[in-house]
């Protein structure tokens, strides 16, 4: 199993860089990151109108819209934080605390973004998390198993 931790190496450094980028894109621009990450915003456009109950409905659509940013930023800094802690395990060699990081994240993370994006519509954003996320964790346990 000479080719494990080098393999792990590679994609734990892989992984990290674009959690990085897709963390700072997201910060920057939750919109594009929000339609490349398969859970599409609306459009800006709210209806205006005259009647009360019109302008209530828009409120309410802007206030959602304004909450959904603000998840998406979040969204955006837990990428963000992760691939920068991911970086600084590399950079350190500390490889062992990288994969348990890539363990947990893999399958809880990676799972249920899997979840809610299938719930959300195509399965394609749903399978391109789960998956990939599931074969790191394995990746990553499978280091950890062999440094204990």
């Known amino acids: 199993m000479n080719y494990l931790l080098p393999t792990f190496k590679a994609v734990s450094n892989i992984f990290a860089i ?15 990151f929000s339609k ?3 859970l599409q915003m609306e459009s800006n ?5 005259d009647n009360n109950d019109s302008l209530k409905d828009a409120a309410t659509l802007k206030h959602q ?3 959904t940013m603000s998840y998406i930023s979040l969204m955006s800094v837990r990428q963000l934080g992760t691939g920068i802690i991911l970086l600084m395990f590399a950079y350190q060699g500390k490889w062992t ?3 348990t990081i890539l363990a947990v ?3 809880i993370v990676a799972g249920t973004d899997g ?3 299938a719930r959300a519509g195509p399965r394609g954003p749903a399978i391109f998390h789960a998956v990939p996320g599931a074969l790191i964790s394995a990746l990553a346990a499978g280091v950890i198993y062999l440094d204990s």
């Open 65 to 67: 819209r304004d909450l």
């Open 45 to 49: 456009s709210i209806p205006s109108q």
């Open 36 to 38: 490349s990450f398969g």
């Open 97 to 99: 605390e990288a994969a």
């Open 115 to 117: 979840i809610y994006l």
């Open 105 to 107: 994240i893999g399958i």
């Open 18 to 32: 674009s959690a990085v980028a897709t963390g700072a894109w997201g910060i920057i621009n939750p919109v594009a």
